[in-house]
């Protein structure tokens, strides 16, 4: 019986510290647009096609930070927004995983 509590605070604690994260894998191009502290977003990859969007990268690896570089990344949403002067800001995205094309 004294087991119980400790299991369900055991059990609290993994459920409550795992984060899940809704990533999205595209196909893209790495790109440089400007310093961040010259209102530049510094690294974004730019998706393929013919409508592209644009993800600011907030840890994109030093290896990848290649301008016009092709790759396949898995990003998801930080929810912490880009400092700028834009009329709205843009998010910023993490690299869960990234490779050359």
Known sequence: MKYLPLLLLTTLAFT???KER???CLDGTIEYMGDPAADGLGWVL???????RYFVLG?????YQVDDLEVNACLYNTGQK???FCAEPPDKYAVTSIRKR
Do not use: I
């Open 16 to 18: 409550s510290c795992s």
């Open 22 to 24: 809704d990533s999205e």
């Open 46 to 52: 730019r998706t393929d096609g013919e409508n592209p």
């Open 59 to 63: 840890n994109l690896p030093g290896n």
């Open 82 to 84: 880009m400092t700028c």
